[in-house]
């Protein structure tokens, strides 16, 4: 599992298509404004929801397995009790990496993604991670743990 700066950091550079399962349409949701944060710093986010047909002007999909590109991360917003068939999924489109969100935490699903092979992160915002660790955050006042005089560059 990746917990650490230099995992997180390179994990975030590594990767270009990000599926966003549970992805809402709704503006004040925390799926919407963290995939619209992820789209608008250049990574490609595919909403992945069968509620509806379009999130964000991107053209939604009902499951991982409808998506017709291959996918490096997937983003999980669901409860933890239902990633396990997210996780089965991931594997089986060939995604190299499962981030599951602030709050979902179930070790069984990590402990098979990364059997499977994924580089796994649990209980983290994707969002919050990349701002915190290329710079969004510490422009308000926000204490990033990361001391550093120099921002490290975005390789995209």
Not at 53 to 62: A, D, N, T
Request: charge should be positive.
């Amino acid at each position: 599992m990746i917990d650490d700066i230099a995992g997180l950091r390179r994990l975030l550079q590594e990767t270009r298509t990000i599926a966003v399962v549970g992805v809402s349409a709704n503006w004040h949701r925390p799926s919407h404004f963290a995939a619209k944060y992820m789209l608008e710093h250049g990574y490609t986010m595919i909403p992945v929801n069968p509620a509806y047909v379009e999130v964000l002007g991107q053209k939604c999909y009902p499951t991982l397995r409808d998506i017709p590109v291959p996918v490096d991360m997937v983003d999980v917003f669901r409860r933890p009790e239902d990633v396990m068939p997210v996780v089965e999924d991931a594997i089986a489109i060939g995604a190299r990496s499962i981030w599951f969100q602030l709050g979902v935490i179930n070790p069984e699903a990590a402990r098979r993604a990364e059997a499977a092979g994924l580089q796994v992160v649990m209980d983290r915002c994707v969002k919050i991670e990349y701002a915190r660790l290329f710079g969004g955050l510490n422009t308000v006042g926000v204490n990033t743990g990361v001391i550093s005089a120099k921002r490290p560059a975005v390789v995209r």
